[in-house]
């Protein structure tokens, strides 16, 4: 296993579009994280899964973004309708939850929407 | 969740030991203290935690004193390469049923080290 993996690396999209990620974890990771960051600033928290179940969504997350991780495996980030705000680098972590906080991020996903 | 507070910015030369400081007052009992490194275009890599006292292993220590309300991540005999931001961050990571399943990421310290 080589970690984290997000596909693809680069999206450049024009406003108004759908786009989707997806986020390859460690394979006995049960827990997985999405993150955007933008210039400048650390990564900003989006939402988490523990194993298929989406536990907590930051309220930050508007109605046009989803997420899933239908078989607690792999998990995937849906942007609708996007908008040049939508423009950041989208980073997905996973970890194994055994009483401590060491989690494996991917190399990210960077979103250009023009 | 805890939050923290970490210096924006600081300058440092190579082979100097170099130690970032990070402030945590409500640190709860089962917290524990993460702190990632991240360069730019890539993500955050995890280099060490502790709960208290003195962590070290082969790139770098922390120290927590006794209060936890802070913590010290000390990189010794930094490189160019060492050039970074570097995040501090407080949780339990959601292992005693609370609401701290997420990682929260500050701003984080960048680090220059310049030749």
């Known amino acids: 296993d080589t970690g984290v993996s997000q596909d693809p690396r680069h999206k450049i999209t024009k406003r108004g579009q759908n786009v989707t990620f997806r986020c390859d974890p460690i394979?006995?990771?049960?827990?997985l994280y999405w993150y955007r960051q933008t210039l400048g600033q650390g990564p900003e928290f989006l939402t988490y899964?523990?194993?298929?179940?989406?536990?907590?969504k930051s309220r930050l997350l508007s109605d046009r973004f989803s997420a899933e991780r239908p078989k607690g495996s792999f998990s995937t980030l849906e942007i609708q309708r996007t908008e040049q705000g939508d423009s950041a680098m989208y980073l997905c972590?996973?970890?194994?939850?055994?009483?401590?906080?060491?989690?494996?991020f991917g190399q990210g996903t960077r979103l250009t929407v023009v | 969740l805890a939050k923290t507070t970490q210096p924006i910015s600081m300058d440092s030369y190579e082979g100097q030991e170099v130690n970032i400081t990070c402030s945590h007052n409500?640190?709860?009992?089962?917290?524990?203290i993460t702190w990632y490194q991240q360069f730019p275009s890539q993500g955050p890599r995890f280099i060490i935690q502790?709960?208290?006292t003195k962590v070290t292993n082969e790139v770098a220590s922390l120290f927590i004193p006794a209060d936890r309300k802070s913590s010290t991540l000390s990189l010794p005999r930094v490189s160019l390469s060492d050039t970074a931001v570097y995040y501090c961050?407080?949780?339990?990571?959601?292992?005693?049923?609370?609401?701290?399943?997420?990682?929260?990421f500050g701003k984080g310290t960048k680090l220059s080290v310049k030749p």
């Open positions: 972590a996973s970890t194994f939850v055994s009483g401590n906080t060491e989690a494996f």
């Open positions: 394979s006995e990771h049960n827990r």
């Open positions: 899964f523990q194993n298929e179940a989406q536990l907590e």
């Open positions: 409500n640190i709860a009992t089962n917290d524990y």
């Open positions: 502790g709960y208290k």
């Open positions: 961050l407080v949780g339990d990571g959601g292992n005693y049923g609370g609401s701290q399943g997420n990682l929260i």
